[in-house]
């Protein structure tokens, strides 16, 4: 497993951007797919996107898709969210996962999370 810790959350205007960052420490992090989950409160966690161990290939959900983007540094054992066009339905607590790209199951390494809330 790897060690993940989010940051760049905050308050930000409807309409406006925020970048969220996740560091990984622990070995191999390219072996890992990343995604990035959210949780409003009162609701379950829900996807938000992922992208492959080579940054090759993402996928968002509908929600999100066109407004936010995935990416990584494998070199900095970093990823990325670049959230655009916020609107108070992006307010959640957000959430950094990881999972072995190579064998089937679900994210299983998690950080604790940062906050965005955006205001209208």
């Known amino acids: 497993q790897v060690q993940l810790e989010e940051s760049g959350g905050g308050l930000v205007q409807a309409g406006g951007s925020l970048k969220l960052s996740c560091a990984a420490s622990g070995r191999a992090f390219s072996t890992y797919t990343m995604g990035w989950f959210r949780q409003a409160p009162g609701k379950e966690r829900e996807f938000v996107a992922a992208i492959t161990s080579s940054g090759g290939s993402t996928h968002y959900s509908d929600s999100v898709r066109g407004r936010f983007t995935i990416s990584r540094d494998n070199a900095k054992n970093m990823v990325y969210l670049q959230m655009s066009s916020l609107n108070a339905e992006d307010t959640a607590l957000y959430y950094c996962?990881?999972?072995?790209?190579?064998?089937?199951?679900?994210?299983?390494?998690w950080g604790q999370g940062t906050q965005v809330t955006v205001s209208s």
């Open positions: 996962a990881a999972k072995y790209a190579y064998t089937q199951g679900n994210f299983d390494s």
